[in-house]
């Protein structure tokens, strides 16, 4: 089955910084790759997403990139606040019909005043 | 329109009770999942339901919990004697028919005591 590995496991910022966090998958057959937030007590919450046939999508301060060939994929977040602190989940599914999520094991990001 | 409803937000179990977890999906969404995220950790699949049936239990322990989504109500993830490697929380996510849209609700925190 789908095995997602992501990296770093916890990551410090300087308010403003990049923030970068790196997902590899092992299933080439995995299709859909969702990003998600999550604060402390929360539910996990979609930030942003792509698809197998885009290799990059921007939502304002957040992109994401995938490298199909290489199966990684990155959330990219620039100009970094405050209120980013959280944990960040990446995942992969094979999207056929309905979507079984498979979850990486958490980035914590601190974005410092 | 309110999202995936989940209830209760916290429950306390004695080891060898029973606990039942409700979630209520989106309306019109007839597609719901169960997810586990044990303390730092990422969520992991337990089951894909579909009114009155089960589609997909491949992350669910065989035995003691089930789960089900009744034609009418909503659905209900059941543990039986309840160890404290149960405690966790316990997220439901609900879709339409053609997969996008993934919502979660906000997790059902459960204890073992």
């Known amino acids: 089955g789908e095995n997602v590995e992501q990296h770093p496991s916890t990551l410090s910022v300087q308010e403003g910084d990049s923030a970068v966090i790196k997902c590899t998958y092992s299933?080439?057959?995995?299709?859909?790759f969702p990003w998600y937030k999550q604060e402390l007590g929360k539910r996990p919450q979609l930030i942003i997403d792509?698809?197998?046939?885009?290799g990059e999508k921007k939502d304002q301060r957040i992109a994401v990139t995938l490298n199909k060939t290489a199966k990684h994929f990155s959330l990219h977040i620039t100009e970094t606040q405050p209120e980013d602190s959280a944990v960040y989940f990446c995942?992969?599914?094979?999207?056929?019909?309905?979507?079984?999520?498979?979850f990486g094991t958490g980035t914590r990001l601190l974005v410092s005043p | 329109n309110a999202g995936v409803m989940q209830n209760p937000r916290h429950l306390v179990r004695r080891r060898g009770q029973e606990a039942r977890l409700r979630c209520s999906p989106v309306k019109g969404h007839s597609h719901v999942y169960w997810y586990r995220q044990l303390p730092e950790e990422g969520l992991k699949f337990m089951v894909y339901?579909?009114?009155?049936?089960?589609i997909d239990e491949s992350g669910m322990p065989k035995e003691r919990f089930s789960a089900e989504f009744p034609k009418e109500g909503p659905s209900i993830l059941r543990i039986q004697q309840v160890v404290r490697g149960d405690s966790a929380a316990y997220f439901c996510?609900?879709?339409?028919?053609w997969g996008d849209g993934y919502t979660f609700g906000s997790g059902t925190r459960l204890t073992v005591v």
């Open positions: 995942a992969a599914s094979i999207s056929t019909g309905f979507q079984k999520l498979v």
């Open positions: 792509i698809r197998s046939n885009v």
């Open positions: 299933d080439s057959a995995s299709n859909y």
């Open positions: 996510a609900s879709s339409p028919p």
């Open positions: 339901l579909q009114k009155e049936n089960i």
